[in-house]
T-cell receptor
Framework: DAKTTQPPSMDCAEGRAANLPCNHS???????VYWYRQIHSQGPQYIIH???NNETNEMASLIITEDRKSSTLILPHATLRDTAVYYC??????????????FGTGTRLKVLA | NAGVTQTPKFRILKIGQSMTLQCTQD?????MYWYRQDPGMGLKLIYY???????DKGEVPNGYNVSRSTTEDFPLRLELAAPSQTSVYFC???????????FGSGTQLSVL
């Protein structure tokens, strides 16, 4: 599984865009980049994922660099409810025969009023 | 669908006691996972299963056992509870052909 590196913590003003970086320089060519978040002590929730192209959904945008060594999760208008720990993870494709999904320590995002 | 359901939500054990953490999912997912999360830390994989009757070790399997007799259930067994096993335990599942994990709400376990 690809090892990812994220800053341990970040602050963001409410209403501003939150840009959360992730370094995944050892990711293999067929591994997806997945983002989850964990609010307080709840179970992690899926946010978004991508392989090569940038992705957007109702929650966030994901920008993956062309060399796939890093990515940025963008919460366009952060609210207080976005305060959470955000995990960036490399997921091997479901057809790869690799089943271990390993999490790192994530980024603790605090949205400030 | 209820999704992934974990019971109990909270439990206090004495050192040396045993217990089983229950996890069940109603989405017919083949793949199931157990993670633990120590205070202020990330998630560590304990065990996982790729289908009924098939399980394998994760990053931190010592002190735990699992079984998978049905697609729906993936219980985690602690035989001799130790203070180091104080943690929040999360169960997750994912469907065949997809990578996205679905998590339960967790079991908070304290061993005193």
């Amino acid at each position: 599984d690809a090892k990812t590196t994220q800053p341990p913590s970040m602050d963001c003003a409410e209403g501003r865009a939150a840009n959360l970086p992730c370094n995944h320089s050892t990711i293999s060519g067929n591994e997806y980049v997945y983002w989850y978040r964990q609010i307080h002590s709840q179970g992690p929730q899926y946010i978004i994922h991508g392989l090569k192209n940038n992705e957007t959904n109702e929650m966030a945008s994901l920008i993956i660099t062309e060399d796939r060594k890093s990515s940025t999760l963008i919460l366009p208008h952060a609210t207080l409810r976005d305060t959470a720990v955000y995990y960036c993870i490399g997921h091997p494709p479901s057809t790869s025969g690799t089943y271990k999904y390993i999490f790192g320590t994530g980024t603790r995002l605090k949205v400030l009023a | 669908n209820a999704g992934v359901t974990q019971t109990p939500k909270f439990r206090i054990l004495k050192i040396g006691q045993s217990m089983t953490l229950q996890c069940t999912q109603d989405m017919n997912h083949n793949y199931m996972y157990w993670y633990r999360q120590d205070p202020g830390m990330g998630l560590k994989l304990i065990y996982y299963s790729v289908g009924a009757g098939i399980t394998d070790k994760g990053e931190v399997p010592n002190g735990y056992n699992v079984s998978r007799s049905t697609t729906e259930d993936f219980p985690l067994r602690l035989e001799l509870a130790a203070p180091s096993q104080t943690s929040v335990y999360f169960c997750a599942s994912r469907p065949t052909g997809r990578e996205k994990l679905f998590f339960g709400s967790g079991t908070q376990l304290s061993v005193l």
